[in-house]
């Protein structure tokens, strides 16, 4: 019998499988699954994993990276953290992580394959979905490109999902390199998700 989506919520609030790797970064911190999601929604972003502001405040997006997409999507705070409309599923739940140079670690690949098709089974049709950056556009679409290629390529998902590069401030610099993603891109996605808000 197939797991409720709740009962799976349940189930990764308490995943330690990662509680020996965490332990070796150069964080040193507890797994704390962010986990954000819920029966009915209708958009959902695939993401690339949680970062040390989100894992302090328990939930996603809770930083400078968040308030750059809840600006590319055009929606107020209530609604991107309402897990009955937006439900956000990441290649790892919890923060990896910072290497010696303070880096961030990539998403343990062990996360994925221990939740990802269970959650997605569960969670069932959505509107909208929304691939942020390269470890999640690789994974959902199969990408061997690098992001500037498969966001540039954004008008092929259409109209079920687009490509995002990550709303990091990191990449402020690649946004004033591709300006057709503001100009083109973004118009689109703010509709799209007004449509499936509907």
Not at 157 to 164: E, F, G, K, R, W
Request: aromatic share 10%.
């Amino acid at each position: 019998m197939q797991e409720t989506l709740p009962e799976l919520a349940q189930h990764l609030k308490a995943c330690r499988l990662c509680r020996e790797r965490f332990a070796a970064t150069a964080t040193r911190h507890p797994p704390r699954p962010v986990v954000w999601f819920a029966p009915g929604a209708r958009i959902l972003i695939a993401s690339q994993a949680p970062g040390m502001r989100a894992h302090n405040a328990g939930r996603p997006f809770d930083d400078p990276s968040g308030k750059r997409l809840r600006q590319w999507l055009q929606i107020d705070d209530d609604t991107f953290w309402d897990r009955s409309k937006v439900a956000i599923m990441p290649m790892a739940f919890c923060f990896p992580g910072y290497d010696a140079k303070g880096s961030d670690l990539p998403p343990p690949p062990i996360c994925r394959a221990t939740w990802h098709e269970r959650l997605f089974a569960a969670l069932g049709e959505v509107r909208l979905r929304l691939y942020i950056g390269g470890y999640a556009h690789r994974y959902h679409l199969g990408s061997k490109v690098g992001v500037t290629e498969t966001v540039r390529g954004w008008r092929a998902h259409l109209p079920d999902a687009l490509p995002l590069p990550h709303p990091s401030w990191r990449n402020t610099a690649w946004l004033k390199r591709n300006p057709w993603f503001e100009d083109e891109l973004l118009p689109v996605l703010r509709t799209r998700v007004r449509e499936a808000l509907e």
